[in-house]
């Protein structure tokens, strides 16, 4: 079994920064790719960044220059650096892992389970 716990979210103000993390625990062979999804309220879920097992990088237009994901395949983590954050950056913050369990099976997207990150104005 698979499981994905992310932290630090919280409360901040605008123009503030909050740093999240999400480490992944359990039977895995190989990470895929990872990345950060939020959901604000009344809102579909969307992609804020990602990141490649080899180093690639997207974002969201809305985050870009002001968030950087990184990740530590070895460590099973994967971090949300957010800067200059707006009122409009509010919601919950998933992490998402695509990951291979054995050397075998195919790949899989797991999902933690959320963090709030609330930005007053």
């Known amino acids: 079994q698979v499981q994905l716990v992310e932290s630090g979210g919280g409360l901040v103000q605008a123009g503030g920064s909050l740093r999240l993390s999400c480490a992944a625990s359990?039977?895995?062979?190989?990470?895929?790719?990872m990345g950060w999804y939020r959901q604000a309220p009344g809102k579909q879920r969307e992609l804020v960044a990602g990141i490649t097992s080899g180093g690639s990088t997207n974002y969201a237009d809305s985050v870009k220059g002001r968030f950087t994901i990184s990740g530590d395949n070895a460590k099973k983590m994967v971090y949300l650096q957010m800067n200059s954050l707006k009122p409009e950056d509010r919601a919950v913050y998933y992490c998402n892992i695509e990951l291979s369990r054995t050397w075998y099976s195919g790949t899989n997207d797991y999902w933690g389970q959320g963090t709030q990150v609330t930005v007053s104005s």
């Open positions: 359990g039977s895995i062979f190989s990470i895929n790719a």
